[in-house]
């Protein structure tokens, strides 16, 4: 039974990584254009990825924070406004080349590996591989998870809203669809572990069946 | 000049088109209602990051403006089955330190001064970076550039319609030349752009009463 709802801007990597064999048992796209309360209710968390639609979010903020009451789990990633989220992210040029020109020096310097999401990740590349910005202000109840060497915010969580609401700059999904950073299976698998409780296993591999499809199960209203 | 209509999901994918002399971009926004009027335009551009499911809401829309001679750009992973004729697919079967990019057929010179190199390999040295996957192109279709293993990377097809379909196999294209890219990706972009405006105005010409 699918258990994360996986915020859906029609990007391709967001469909790889929701309709990966390993994962669609578990991830249900919703398309952010049919995003409402009735359309998430029954899960027990949501992602909401890099290259999501924040005008989109931004309209739809209440039925997000009423998912939070309810006691549930939102993860977001990469960018966001302060539209919709009580916090401030800034762009910062992008690095994903760190390990080829200096690979001591990841631009994540400090990690709480207490957390649930990183305890179990055995190298610290798995927990780092680029960012895209940092944030300048949290919630004010926000616990900080990840910082970079300048000591900014990349990765924060809080439960000022009744469920747990954890974001970061990180972009695990479209990179882990995308498919050119082979090892964010490490990531994704324990960020789905705690969301859901069932940790994924294997290899990510891809399903061409999926490609060049006529109808995307969970955008179906879309599309009629 | 030419009218181009680019289509923007809310993640900035549509800054590296700006209007010129030569052609004047427009931009639509998706929305749950998402219904753009195409017939004002001669070039739908759908930029990297694309939103597929909005545009297999629209096939048929599409087709119609290809049908009518009208060129679509698409450098983005289309899973929806929105593109006539040909279609992506995303693999991760091979290792990207092996990607290379070769030059196939190229009829209309638009791979005239464009380095492969720099498809090859990004500025810092990663190989496998600019597209995923490949395009099972539709028959008769150009092949512009192909992989190591012999796979459609970027494609022309002008049979599949009465107009012009120009894929990558999502590898972003676009005036890239701000980042210091002279010769790669922005000179292929300038290319294609340069031959759908002469086939327009070409095209145009045939028309206008003797």
């Given at each position: 039974m699918k258990k994360i709802g996986l915020i859906f801007n029609g990007v391709w990597s967001h469909y790889a990584v929701a309709t990966a064999p390993k994962y669609r048992d578990l991830y249900e796209l919703i398309y952010i254009h049919d995003l409402n309360y009735a359309a998430i209710q029954h899960l027990d968390a949501l992602l909401i990825p890099f290259q999501s639609h924040q005008p989109a979010l931004e309209q739809r903020k209440e039925d997000l924070y009423r998912f939070l009451a309810d006691g549930k789990k939102i993860a977001v990633f990469g960018d966001s406004t302060p539209l919709w989220l009580d916090a401030q992210w800034e762009d910062r040029p992008v690095n994903n080349y760190w390990w080829v020109?200096?690979?001591?020096?990841?631009?994540?310097?400090?990690?709480?590996?207490?957390?649930p999401v990183y305890a179990g990740l055995a190298k610290p590349r798995y927990a780092c591989w680029h960012i895209h910005g940092v944030y300048t202000r949290t919630p004010d109840r926000a616990a900080i998870i990840q910082r970079n060497d300048a000591g900014e915010i990349i990765t924060w969580q809080t439960e000022q809203y009744g469920g747990v609401l954890f974001a970061s700059t990180l972009d695990p999904i479209v990179e882990h669809g995308v498919q050119q950073i082979r090892h964010l299976d490490n990531y994704v698998d324990s960020l789905t572990a705690w969301l859901c409780g069932t940790k994924p296993e294997g290899r990510f591999a891809l399903d061409p069946e999926c490609y060049g499809v006529d109808s995307v199960a969970g955008a179906e209203m879309a599309t009629a | 000049m030419i009218k181009a209509l680019v289509v923007s999901n809310g993640i900035g994918g549509a800054a590296y088109y700006k209007s010129s002399d030569e052609i004047r971009y427009d931009l639509v926004e998706v929305t749950r209602d998402f219904d753009p009027d195409l017939t004002p335009y001669d070039l739908l551009v759908v930029p990297n990051g694309c939103d597929h499911v909005a545009m297999l809401k629209i096939r048929d829309q599409v087709r119609a403006f290809l049908d009518a001679g009208n060129a679509v750009l698409c450098c983005d992973g289309w899973f929806t089955n929105w593109v006539p004729g040909n279609r992506w697919i995303h693999d991760n079967s091979k290792a990207t330190k092996d990607v290379r990019h070769f030059a196939k057929t190229d009829r209309h010179d638009l791979?005239?001064?464009?380095?492969?190199t720099k498809f090859d390999f990004e500025p810092h040295g990663?190989?496998?970076?600019?597209?995923?996957g490949y395009i099972a192109a539709a028959?008769?279709?150009?092949?512009l550039i192909e992989d190591t293993w012999q796979r459609a990377i970027v494609v022309l097809d002008?049979?599949?319609?009465a107009g012009a379909i120009f894929l990558t196999a999502s590898g972003p294209l676009g005036d890239?030349?701000?980042?210091?890219?002279a010769d790669g990706i922005s000179q292929l972009f300038k290319n294609v752009l340069h031959f759908l405006i002469t086939r327009k105005t070409a095209s145009t010409q045939e028309l206008q009463p003797a």
């Open positions: 020109t200096d690979p001591n020096s990841p631009p994540i310097s400090e990690t709480d590996y207490t957390h | 791979l005239k001064g464009v380095d492969l990663m190989s496998g970076w600019w597209a995923c028959p008769g279709a150009d092949v002008e049979t599949t319609t890239f030349s701000f980042y210091g890219d």
